[in-house]
């Protein structure tokens, strides 16, 4: 039986991750997701587990890089600038099909920026971030229960198809307090299979390499093709998202994490006033759920995008969406807080046509 | 007839990539033959850095991981604090550890980490073809300090012994050379010692070795002498020799 | 009578063995190998002491010494 608890986001993330078998954590202070390595350092010695404040969030990436090699599940979290710092250790990891977890709780950029969520780092999140070809599975959770239960999907598909994970929140979503119910039973790191590519003891078997490297002609071609197809099972496999009120919706918001909340409101706002407002919410973020956007794009005729950034996301789902119906986007930057007030008055002009589309239909 | 020296079963019997006359393959040998000594290597992890020794990995026979460059002590760290009952080694050369690594391997020894640390010190970038280190000598030329180079435009030469040194958290350090037969021995021992120091867990153990780089020196390749004199006559006055720290750790919890 | 051998193969002619040797066995080849070096010579037969001084400053392993 599933008891509730009141948890600040941040330690749901980290006790989430506790859960899910992670046995190692490195990261350094960042405003605000510093409840994640505060929380890690006295609950994971409580497992059995390892903590280290690292001396950046370079090093951070590195030992975890280290740690996932072995095999052990493994998390380090940071805010956007930390991010930034992290990308080259990413992109290693993605070389060297390493699951490692991260947790990302954005916050205002560029730049120093300020220290209020922000949906600011979609792209860096979604497309990369580091160099190379490669893609991270991102989860967006909206609610603090999300954030606790999610680490359990992350580990699951970072280890099934050796791919770099990520929770991507935000300060606001790591600050809030909300009952927690955690679905999944804690995984017992006890009976976790030593994946066959760990490095450890080894009792005479063949040496093991983790690397990401390969300088033959066509070499590293292979090697991401061969990841290729793990991303297309992914994106086959594990879209995840969620829909409200859609059978009749003439406009449907498209919104992900806090942001879709704000959305949920202004639907309900919209509603009362006969307004037929539906949303999707995105749950996986890579992958994308491009499938249902083009079905659903084949009878709505407007979507609007709503998100704390100059408009990121708005590009995928203008990209799915490719000509067949309007994209609007209401875009708030700098970790300004968007209201369902907003939301509505955007949406009168959208379907008024006052506004300029974002992408019109074709 | 008996054969008087085996290949070291932790060294892979293949080419290996270094110049004539490069340290490298010396310094891969000792560590091989202390991994075979002391019996570790079926649970040692080694992590191979950025630079001429990006491919320790195929090298050494035992488990190894490359990373990013500089990244080889936190590597390591995450290694060691995940499987404790491994035996980890991060080699580097003096970019990856005294230049980007700079803050990895001064808070890896503040952490007193129980790994032991290679690091081959040659007073230039091997791989990326002659670049000014933070160990270049003063005026040494280099390709980023073709006139030599110059304490207003680049600073001196960085002692990485000395400076660790004065961290609680490093237990032995030690600095040796392989341009002769003595160091060779002597670069040997330590070596050995620091990994007897990470059996018995006693801390952070590094030994820098001063190495011979031939090709970005300029010295003559077929000739030795010109390069082991520069290590002479140029480092060991700069980089002198010797035990810069040896105490055990601290209690640690 | 130590013997001393030069794997030529794996010797790139770097002359470290030469210069280290306290006997002065081993010379320069003036036949070039396959990989381009002219590697070092087997020590002159009767001269190796086994001291094992080219052995340990090799950076090739391209040496084996026997006794």
Known sequence: MAEKKLMKGNEALAEGAIRAGCRFFAGYPITPQNEIPEYMSWRLPQVGGAFIQSESEVSAINMVYGAAGTGVRCMTSSSSPGM???????????????????????????GLGNIAGAQGDYWQATRGGGHGDYRCFVMAPNCVSELGNFPTKCYEVAFKYRIPSMVLADGILGQMMEPVEFKYPEVDV???????????????????????????????????????????????????????????????????GISSRVCVAA???????????????????????????????????????????????????????NGRANVHLHAKPGASVI????????????????????AAVK | MQLLNKHP????????????????????????????????????????????AVFADTYFNCDMIQGPHG?????????????????????????????????????????????????????????????MAPTTLMGQKATTCVDGRSAKQAGYPIR????????????????????????????????????????????????????????????????????????????????????YKDACAADKK | MPKMEVDVDKCKGCYLCIQVCPKKCIEKSDKFSKTGYYPAKDAKEGCCIACLSCVRICPDLAIKVYK
């Open chain 1, 84 to 110: 930034s710092l992290k990308q080259e250790g990413i992109s290693y990891a993605a070389g060297a099909d390493l699951p490692i977890f991260i947790g990302n709780v954005m916050r205002g950029g560029p």
């Open chain 1, 190 to 256: 006890k009976t976790l299979k030593e994946p066959e590519w760990a490095m450890g003891v080894n009792n005479g078997r063949a040496k093991r390499i983790i690397k990401s490297y390969d300088l033959k002609e066509g070499g590293v071609e292979i090697m991401v093709n061969e990841r290729v197809k793990r991303y297309k099972a992914i994106e086959e496999n594990e879209v995840a998202y969620e829909e409200k009120m859609i059978e009749d919706a003439e406009i449907v918001l498209v919104a992900y």
């Open chain 1, 267 to 321: 639907m309900k706002q919209a509603r009362e006033k006969g307004l037929k407002v539906g949303l999707l919410r995105p749950i996986t973020l890579w992958p994308f759920p491009k499938a249902r956007l083009i079905e659903l794009s084949k009878r709505v005729k407007n979507f609007l995008v709503v998100e704390m950034s100059l408009g990121q996301m708005v590009e995928d789902v203008a990209l799915a969406i």
């Open chain 1, 339 to 358: 209201t369902a007030d907003e939301v509505c008055k955007t949406m009168d002009k959208v379907l008024k046509k006052e506004v300029k589309e974002y």
């Open chain 2, 9 to 52: 079963e932790s060294l892979l019997d293949v080419k290996m990539h270094y110049c004539p006359g490069c340290g490298h393959g010396i310094i891969h040998r000792i560590v091989a033959e202390v991994m075979d000594e002391l019996g570790i290597r079926n649970r040692t992890i080694g992590v191979a850095p950025v630079g001429c």
């Open chain 2, 71 to 131: 990244r080889g002590p936190a590597e390591a760290t995450g290694i060691k604090r995940a499987k404790p009952e491994t035996i980890v080694f991060s080699y580097q050369g003096d970019g990856d550890l005294a230049s980007i690594g700079m803050a990895e391997i001064v808070h890896t020894a503040i952490r007193s980490e129980n790994i032991t640390v290679i690091f081959v010190n040659n007073a230039i970038y091997g791989m990326t073809g002659g670049q």
């Open chain 2, 160 to 243: 990485m012994c000395e400076m660790l040194a004065t961290i609680d958290g490093a237990t032995y350090l030690e600095r040796t050379t392989v341009h002769n037969n003595a160091g060779v021995l002597k670069t040997k021992a330590a070596i050995k010692k620091a990994f007897q120091n990470q059996i018995d867990g006693k801390g952070f153990s590094m030994v820098e070795v001063l190495s011979m780089c031939p090709t970005n020196w300029g010295t003559r390749l077929d000739n030795p002498s010109e390069a082991t004199k520069f290590v002479a006559e140029g480092m060991l006055p700069v980089f002198p020799l010797g035990v």
